[in-house]
T-cell receptor, first 114, second 111 residues
Framework: GAGVSQSPSNKVTEKGKDVELRCDPI?????LYWYRQSLGQGLEFLIY????????KSGLPSDRFSAERTGGSVSTLTIQRTQQEDSAVYLC????????????FGPGTRLLVL | LAKTTQPISMDSYEGQEVNITCSHN???????ITWYQQFPSQGPRFIIQ???TKVTNEVASLFIPADRKSSTLSLPRVSLSDTAVYYC????????????FGGGTRLMVKP
C-alpha cells in the first residue's frame, strides 16, 4: 500500500516568507509526527497528533511554527516569517496508534531559506 | 524523558557482526526500546523493538539486560549496504518520551 507522502519534496524560500509543508499519512494511522533534521544531525521532535486528542506541541521551537491535522488525516506544518536557521529537512511519520507502534516515515521536505 | 546515549560512530568490515550499545539509565517501567536505521536522504526505518531479554527478527537482534538500563543492537554479518545511522529510542505511551531520536550512531561498513 501507499506509504507516507510529503510535499513539496524541496522548497526554497526567502527569509521572512511563510511556508506550508504537507504530510499525507498512511491510511488508518491515527498517530502523526513531525520532526526536523538539520544537516548531519539527529531528528528533532516538533509535534505529535494522536486521533482527536490535543496535539503534543512540546517540540515546536517557536511560535512561528504551527501545525494542524484536518479530519484526522492530512497534516500541514506552517512556518511563518522563515529564518535561515529554519533550513532543514522536515520529516513526517505516522503510526497505527500509540507511540510504541512503529513509525513510518515519509521522504521529507528539504527547506532552504535564503 | 528517557535520555539515550550512543556512540557517535563505529567502523566495521563486511561479514563482521556489529554490536551497537545504547544507554538509557532512567528508563521507565512502561518504556519500550526501539531502533531505527536511516540512510542518507531518507527517513528513518524501523528495525526492531523490545521490552526485555532478547528479540530477534530477520535483520537484527536486540539484547536487553534485566535492569533494562542499556540495550544492544546486533547486526549479523554486515554488508556495505548496512552503512547508515542507527537510532535508539526509549519511550512508552506517555507522548513525548518516545520522540527523542538523539544523534544516533553512524556505522561505516568497509570492504
Amino acid at each position: 500500500g501507499a506509504g507516507v507522502s510529503q510535499s513539496p519534496s524541496n522548497k526554497v524560500t526567502e527569509k521572512g516568507k511563510d511556508v506550508e509543508l504537507r504530510c499525507d499519512p498512511i491510511s488508518g494511522h491515527t498517530a502523526l509526527y513531525w520532526y526536523r533534521q538539520s544537516l548531519g544531525q539527529g531528528l528533532e521532535f516538533l509535534i505529535y497528533f494522536q486521533g482527536n486528542s490535543a496535539p503534543d506541541k512540546s517540540g515546536l521551537p517557536s511560535d512561528r511554527f504551527s501545525a494542524e491535522r484536518t479530519g484526522g488525516s492530512v497534516s500541514t506544518l506552517t512556518i511563518q516569517r522563515t529564518q535561515q536557521e529554519d533550513s532543514a529537512v522536515y520529516l513526517c511519520a505516522s503510526s497505527l496508534d500509540r507511540v510504541t507502534e512503529t513509525q513510518y516515515f515519509g521522504p521529507g521536505t528539504r527547506l532552504l531559506v535564503l | 524523558l528517557a535520555k539515550t546515549t550512543q556512540p557517535i560512530s563505529m567502523d566495521s568490515y563486511e561479514g563482521q557482526e556489529v554490536n551497537i550499545t545504547c544507554s538509557h539509565n532512567n528508563i521507565a517501567t512502561n518504556d519500550y526500546i526501539t531502533w531505527y536505521q536511516q540512510f542518507p536522504s531518507q527517513g528513518p526505518r524501523f528495525i526492531i523493538q523490545g521490552y526485555k531479554t532478547k528479540v530477534t527478527n530477520e535483520v537484527a537482534s536486540l539484547f536487553i539486560p534485566a535492569d533494562r538500563k542499556s540495550s544492544t543492537l546486533s547486526l549479523p554479518r554486515v554488508s556495505l549496504s548496512d552503512t547508515a545511522v542507527y537510532y535508539c529510542l526509549v519511550g512508552g505511551d506517555n507522548a513525548g518520551n518516545m520522540l527523542t531520536f538523539g544523534g544516533g550512531t553512524r556505522l561505516m561498513v568497509k570492504p
